[in-house]
């Protein structure tokens, strides 16, 4: 979930580069920053808690160095617990991405040899545990040994001020090398450096590279053997990862839906038609995901239940009780924005080895999913940067619409509907809009809680609208389905309760209606969010009808609203607390 972003050059650079590049890499933690750079003597670190900002290195100019930024695990938010960490000797400097899960083992092995520790974190035992071994082996044998040690999703980039080179090593955790003239770059993600390259490789699993100067050495980290990799061409452009005319990402990106969405029809048709006949195969059809993309698959569940094909949402963290189930007539469906997300990458490999088919819905291109998955159906909605997901969650839904529309034979309407889903949108995105949205979000942070009630499938949208809500404001916010409140919810009903009630003008508009009434009959504040005003609501955010994509719309005012809602709290709304965009671990 950390950011990784190092730098092996011909010449000197300014240290504030690496600075300049973890600022591109805060989306993947924030609680602490620090850079290290090779020097004549030993390694300099600069390393401080809390965000980047617009902090400048005190560092000198050097031809290697790395930098970090961290979302906490082992040891707490400290300037002693930020990364880099280096050797007892500081000849070497180390930052990393995972979960050393045997590292108490380790550095209980390490103290008896005399090494120092100056950190609580499984990191630093890592850097001593090479420098152990540079007893009697070189900088990249060391650094191979002690990563065959570790157990965990880990990826680790060490620099060694002797010969001023930075070792990498990916098994789980996200690496990419660019290419660029005299230099090599590497990060978690290929953000930090699309203004000077787009030539990039991706460490496959079990992947190390030895970068020095401008030249780079690939290996297999269980082997040693060298190989040669295959630099390919990224389309992201700098201007993808920028905030443009916008303040903030979150923002950026809601609006991006009305050309990400339609953009979903362009996918290669035979790809769609591939995935359907595999459906048709099953026995067992699974989709499965985390956070957002669970209730992307849970609403994808209500389009396939409507097209006549049976399957079945998990979250991929409780999904172990079930894996018992799976075998080779098994359809897993994984739905992951970063495609790096831990708990769904287990599955799917479990997945796999129990014979299983596995399709990978995914966003971001050269991710683990998408190299070990079946087959893959990228969404192309391009980099989301904004912590909380806005883009991914609505493209993936489109997708997976048009898939089940298919199931049907009609992918042709099921496209047209996303195509017309789309203008609808940027005309939706108005002044008025946003101005009710507003209005409602300055009543909304005065409130301790608030419920979000929907039927159908409706439900699994209200879901990811209160989700909105917690993640962006960090007011408590649950979503119920309006079937379920008499069974118990009802009694958190008081006078002036915040409900937020979805309603599309479908088959379900009279019993939500219903339950509206009954809620506003204890007291309850009806906030209604639909295409059609009723009596029963109080306040009411006007979306507009799209048949079965009508409470899509809804979740784009649950985006705004979440927004408006951490803007109005002076918050940032890019970087939640206690958040990182990816969850690479467990």
């Known amino acids: 979930m950390c950011g990784i972003y190092g730098i092996a050059d011909k010449n000197k650079f300014g240290a504030q580069d690496i600075v300049n590049g973890l600022k591109q890499l805060e989306y993947r933690g924030y609680d602490s920053w620090g850079i290290a750079v090779t020097t004549d003597s030993l390694v300099k670190i600069d390393k401080h808690t809390g965000k980047i900002g617009e902090a400048r290195s005190i560092l000198p100019d050097s ?40 590292y108490e083992d380790l550095r209980q092995t390490l103290l008896k040899k005399n090494h120092a520790f100056t950190s609580q974190t499984d990191t630093e035992v890592v850097v001593h545990l090479i420098e152990e071994y540079m007893k009697s082996e070189s900088f990249e044998l060391a650094c191979q040994k002690a990563f065959n040690e570790l157990i965990g999703s880990n990826a680790i980039v060490v620099m060694d001020n002797g010969s001023k080179s930075i070792f990498a090593a990916r098994l789980g955790s996200p690496l990419v090398i660019g290419k660029g003239t005299d230099k090599y770059f590497i990060a978690s993600d290929i953000t930090p450096f699309l203004d000077q390259t787009r030539t990039i490789y991706f460490l496959d699993e079990g992947e190390a590279v030895l970068i020095k100067n401008d030249k780079c050495i690939f290996y297999k980290t269980k082997t040693g053997k060298i190989f040669t990799p295959l630099f390919a061409q990224t389309t992201i452009t700098k201007d993808a990862v920028s905030k443009g005319e916008f303040p903030h990402f979150f923002i950026k990106e809601i609006y991006e839906q009305v050309t990400t969405i339609p953009k979903t029809t362009k996918i290669d048709r035979k790809d769609l038609e591939s995935v359907v006949s595999e459906i048709k195969k099953a026995k067992k059809i699974i989709l499965l995901g985390c956070g957002t993309a669970y209730y992307c698959a849970v609403g994808s569940k209500y389009y396939f239940a409507k097209y ?58 050269g991710s683990s999913l998408e190299r070990i998955a079946t087959m893959v159906i990228p969404v192309g909605s391009g980099p989301e940067i904004a912590v909380v997901s806005t883009k991914a969650f609505s493209a993936q839904l489109a997708v997976l619409y048009q898939i089940a529309r298919a199931c049907n034979g009609e992918l042709e309407n099921g496209r047209k509907d996303i195509e017309e889903y789309g203008k609808k949108l940027g005309a939706w995105l108005n002044e008025r809009t946003l101005d009710s949205i507003k209005e409602l979000a300055q009543k909304l942070i005065k409130t301790p809680h608030v419920f979000v009630i929907g039927r159908g499938v409706e439900y699994p949208f209200c879901l990811e609208f209160a989700l909105k809500i917690k993640e962006a404001s960090y007011i408590h916010a649950e979503g119920f389905a309006a079937g379920e409140l008499k069974h118990g919810v009802i009694a958190l009903i008081e006078k002036g309760t915040p409900c937020i009630v979805l309603c599309s003008h479908d088959e ?44 899509l719309t809804a979740v784009v005012a649950g985006q705004l609203l979440g927004y408006y809602m951490a803007l109005f709290q002076d918050l940032d709304p890019d970087k939640p607390r206690n958040l990182a965009k990816s969850v690479t671990v467990k």
């Open 63 to 102: 031809t290697t160095a790395i930098g970090h930024t961290r979302w906490a695990t082992h040891g707490g938010v400290t300037d002693e617990n930020a990364h880099p960490h280096t050797d007892c000797k500081k000849d070497l400097a180390i930052v990393h991405n995972g979960i050393v899960e045997n």
């Open 508 to 551: 379900e508009y009279p019993p939500i209606l219903s339950t509206a009434a009954e809620l506003k009959s204890r007291g309850a504040w009806i906030i209604g969010v639909g295409p059609k005003k009723a009596k029963e609501f109080d306040t009411y955010i006007q979306t507009f009808g799209a048949g079965s994509l009508t409470g």
């Open 308 to 365: 006549g094909v049976d399957v079945s949402a998990y979250q991929a963290s409780e999904f172990t009780p079930f894996l018992e189930t799976i075998d080779e007539n098994s359809l897993v469906i994984a739905i992951s924005q970063s495609g790096e997300t831990a708990e769904t990458l287990e599955t799917v490999k479990y997945s796999l080895e129990k014979g299983a088919t596995v399709i990978g819905v995914v966003n971001a291109r």
